[in-house]
């Protein structure tokens, strides 16, 4: 029994019988396959693009030769680094607690996070909004209207805004 079944093989769905070792039938005299059309043939690579990408590597491999043996890639070494770089990385040398500062960073950043999040709920509410924008233009236009449009008024709070920078930054 177990000979016979592995030679022929019987489908459910049919009532006719496939002899495993018979010859296929093609495609076009079965009525039950539906050929697909073949793919189209490949692209053809334009002669320009090997150049391009053999220049590539070449540049990688001088970057990685160049940083194995310690020296600076020529474009970094021909670039100086902007002036805020170098003030970032004096400013934080003379940091004592650099713990405590980037924990502080960390903090500032997850608050960040979760007030976008916040944000975000507040803005998923139907009416809130359109209320809220209403309340940014209104306290803007009164903002405007008391301390932007007579003179005296511009004056104090230019002079406001110098005093405020110089206790934060210490300058005189």
């Given amino acids: 029994m ?7 093989l019987s489908i459910s769905s049919s009532s006719t019988r496939v002899d495993a070792k018979a010859p296929r039938q093609t495609t076009a005299a079965s009525p039950q396959c539906v050929t697909l059309p073949t793919l189209p043939p490949p692209p053809v690579q334009s002669q320009s693009r090997p150049w391009k990408t053999t220049a ?11 940083m194995a043996t310690g020296e600076a890639p020529a474009e970094v070494a021909t670039a100086e680094m902007p002036e805020i770089v170098k003030k970032i990385q004096d400013a934080w040398d003379k940091v004592e607690d650099k713990y405590a500062v980037s924990s502080l960073a960390v903090a500032l950043v997850v608050a960040l996070w979760g007030s976008t999040g916040l944000i975000l709920a507040i803005d998923r509410l ?18 405007a209207y008391k301390n932007l449009v007579f003179k005296p008024d511009r004056e104090a709070l230019v002079q406001k805004v110098r005093d405020t920078y110089k206790e934060i930054t210490g300058s005189s």
């Fill in 126 to 143: 139907p009416l809130v909004p359109g209320v809220l924008e209403l309340v940014g233009i209104g306290y803007s236009g009164w903002f």
């Fill in 56 to 66: 590539y590597c070449r540049k990688f491999a001088r970057n990685v030769m160049a």
């Fill in 2 to 8: 177990a000979s016979a079944s592995s030679s022929a």
